[in-house]
């Protein structure tokens, strides 16, 4: 496979050629078995250039969205032939946006498409031009349009998208907390989950982000300095002046910034976070959701696996297709996160699992299957036995996962990390080429 750049980016010492065309079959294997045409000597105003490549080892058909500044923006890449390579923007629409988007897990809601190669070209080929989706295409690869050697593009003119969360404006949410009750604030805003900065943050704000979460606002405490942690978002809003009486967050005086501004300042700006005293339960709690009518249409790839809102593709939220609709997982042990992880590509047995939000959940907060069990001989999530027997359990907060690859440390040595002195801090050992933490039960 290769990729033609007509931008004179590898720095051409003569702009003339002393042919005029090339012509050659798709079984040729060399120059000499081509069509060639030197009637006349033609100047070039940008002469061509080529990269070739190897196979490599992406999945046949996966989707995924690269240098954006957020995970759920980017250019649009496919892999055909074992080579990621990017997609042209000739009739580039929403409806093709749609289709990449449920791909890549999201739900279904209005997409931003992006022409123009707005997150650069890429380093593959352009392997699809002039897309032609109806919007319920569970991949890119069931559209009309032309596939690669077919495709015919410039380099500047790949596409890209930003997914869009379904989530209603004004919507609010607690993530990162050890508990439903406390965590980084988000809110909803043009249709994306936003974190909100914690300029003039105070107790006041506090109190109408748990009356509008349906808790008691009295105890109610604003966390500053981004005490939850922060997660890959755009920041929608600061400077929140509440009074502490408002119903819901979009009723105080705030400063509010356009999705562009804000992915700007959400690297180096701290975000807001509160504690919401727990309500009492005067019941058990529901275990149970009423299972949604779901669309008739699959909308991913039954067995394909993701992960969302990590900062790499190397953690998330554990995310997996079940009978053509995306599904979070409400709990799994260390071997079905360490399967997840192998499918991911990483061969280490090694994995963490987050139980408390860390990545955001889902729209949909529940999972379509009661539980999943897999064996350490398995390479996939596909490979394991999952049960919708029962009911569908609604998930206090949707579990993440993160992978690990070989850090070179030597096995079983140990440190003290993140210490404020040299003889202290957190202890790791090293153990299988990573290095690990130790659980505080029975530590004395």
């Given at each position: 496979?290769?990729?033609?750049?007509?931008?004179?980016?590898?720095?051409?010492?003569?702009?003339?050629?002393y042919?005029?065309?090339?012509?050659?079959?798709?079984?040729?294997?060399?120059?000499?078995?081509?069509?060639?045409?030197?009637?006349?000597t033609?100047?070039?105003?940008?002469?061509?250039?080529?990269?070739?490549?190897?196979?490599g080892?992406?999945?046949?058909?996966?989707?995924?969205?690269?240098?954006?500044?957020?995970?759920?923006?980017?250019?649009?890449?496919?892999c055909?032939?074992?080579?990621?390579?990017?997609?042209?923007?000739?009739?580039?629409?929403?409806?093709?946006?749609?289709?990449?988007?449920?791909?890549?897990?999201?739900?279904?809601?209005?997409?931003?498409?992006?022409?123009?190669?707005?997150?650069?070209?890429?380093?593959?080929?352009?392997?699809?031009s002039?897309?032609?989706?109806?919007?319920?295409?569970?991949?890119?690869?069931?559209?009309?349009?032309?596939?690669?050697?077919?495709?015919?593009?410039?380099?500047?003119?790949?596409?890209?998208?930003?997914?869009?969360?379904?989530?209603q404006?004004?919507?609010?949410?607690?993530?990162?907390?050890?508990?439903?009750?406390?965590?980084?604030?988000?809110?909803?805003?043009?249709?994306?989950?936003?974190?909100?900065?914690?300029?003039?943050?105070?107790?006041?704000?506090?109190?109408?982000?748990?009356?509008?979460?349906?808790?008691?606002?009295?105890?109610?405490?604003?966390?500053?300095?981004?005490?939850?942690?922060?997660?890959?978002?755009?920041?929608?809003?600061?400077?929140?002046?509440?009074?502490?009486?408002?119903?819901?967050?979009?009723?105080?005086?705030?400063?509010?910034?356009?999705?562009?501004?804000?992915?700007?300042?959400?690297?180096?700006?701290?975000?807001?976070?509160?504690?919401?005293?727990?309500?009492?339960?005067?019941?058990?709690?529901?275990?149970?959701?009423?299972?949604?009518?779901?669309?008739?249409?699959?909308?991913?790839?039954?067995?394909?696996?993701?992960?969302f809102?990590?900062?790499?593709?190397?953690?998330?939220?554990?995310?997996?297709c079940?009978?053509?609709?995306?599904?979070?997982?409400?709990?799994?042990?260390?071997?079905?996160?360490?399967?997840?992880?192998?499918?991911?590509?990483?061969?280490?047995?090694?994995?963490?699992?987050?139980?408390?939000?860390?990545?955001?959940?889902?729209?949909?907060n529940?999972?379509?299957?009661?539980?999943?069990s897999?064996?350490?001989?398995?390479?996939?999530?596909?490979?394991?036995?999952?049960?919708?027997?029962?009911?569908?359990?609604?998930?206090?907060?949707?579990v993440?996962?993160?992978?690990?690859?070989?850090?070179?440390?030597?096995?079983?040595?140990?440190?003290?990390?993140?210490?404020?002195?040299?003889?202290?801090?957190?202890?790791?050992?090293?153990?299988?080429?990573?290095?690990?933490s130790?659980?505080?039960?029975?530590?004395?």
């Amino acid at each position: 496979w290769a990729a033609v750049f007509d931008d004179s980016r590898f720095n051409p010492s003569s702009n003339l050629s002393y042919f005029q065309s090339l012509n050659c079959s798709g079984d040729a294997s060399s120059f000499a078995s081509c069509n060639l045409s030197a009637t006349c000597t033609s100047e070039c105003s940008n002469p061509l250039a080529i990269r070739c490549y190897e196979r490599g080892t992406c999945e046949e058909g996966r989707i995924q969205l690269m240098d954006g500044a957020l995970q759920q923006e980017g250019r649009v890449e496919v892999c055909l032939n074992g080579v990621w390579g990017s997609v042209c923007d000739s009739d580039w629409d929403q409806s093709d946006g749609l289709v990449a988007c449920s791909q890549f897990g999201f739900d279904l809601a209005e997409p931003l498409v992006y022409s123009g190669s707005q997150f650069g070209d890429g380093y593959g080929p352009i392997v699809y031009s002039n897309l032609k989706c109806s919007g319920f295409e569970r991949d890119l690869g069931l559209c009309d349009g032309n596939k690669y050697p077919l495709s015919t593009c410039s380099r500047s003119n790949v596409a890209g998208v930003l997914c869009r969360d379904n989530c209603q404006n004004g919507e609010i949410q607690l993530v990162g907390g050890p508990d439903v009750n406390e965590g980084t604030v988000i809110m909803c805003q043009d249709g994306l989950w936003s974190m909100i900065g914690d300029a003039e943050w105070d107790d006041n704000d506090a109190q109408v982000v748990c009356r509008q979460l349906q808790y008691s606002s009295d105890g109610s405490m604003s966390k500053s300095g981004s005490f939850y942690g922060k997660v890959n978002k755009t920041l929608a809003a600061t400077s929140y002046g509440c009074i502490g009486t408002e119903t819901v967050l979009t009723e105080c005086t705030n400063t509010m910034y356009a999705y562009d501004q804000g992915k700007l300042l959400a690297r180096n700006t701290s975000v807001a976070g509160v504690y919401c005293v727990p309500n009492e339960q005067t019941t058990e709690p529901p275990v149970c959701a009423v299972t949604p009518t779901l669309s008739p249409i699959p909308m991913c790839q039954v067995g394909d696996m993701q992960l969302f809102g990590g900062l790499n593709d190397a953690e998330g939220r554990l995310m997996y297709c079940y009978n053509g609709q995306w599904s979070p997982f409400c709990s799994v042990d260390t071997v079905v996160a360490s399967v997840a992880c192998k499918a991911k590509g990483y061969n280490l047995s090694t994995a963490s699992i987050f139980t408390n939000g860390e990545f955001g959940n889902s729209a949909l907060n529940y999972s379509l299957f009661s539980s999943i069990s897999c064996s350490n001989s398995a390479s996939k999530l596909s490979d394991c036995s999952f049960s919708a027997e029962g009911c569908v359990p609604t998930c206090t907060n949707n579990v993440g996962i993160r992978c690990y690859t070989k850090s070179g440390c030597v096995e079983n040595s140990i440190r003290l990390a993140d210490g404020s002195i040299e003889q202290q801090g957190r202890v790791e050992v090293c153990i299988d080429g990573i290095w690990s933490s130790i659980c505080d039960d029975g530590w004395d």
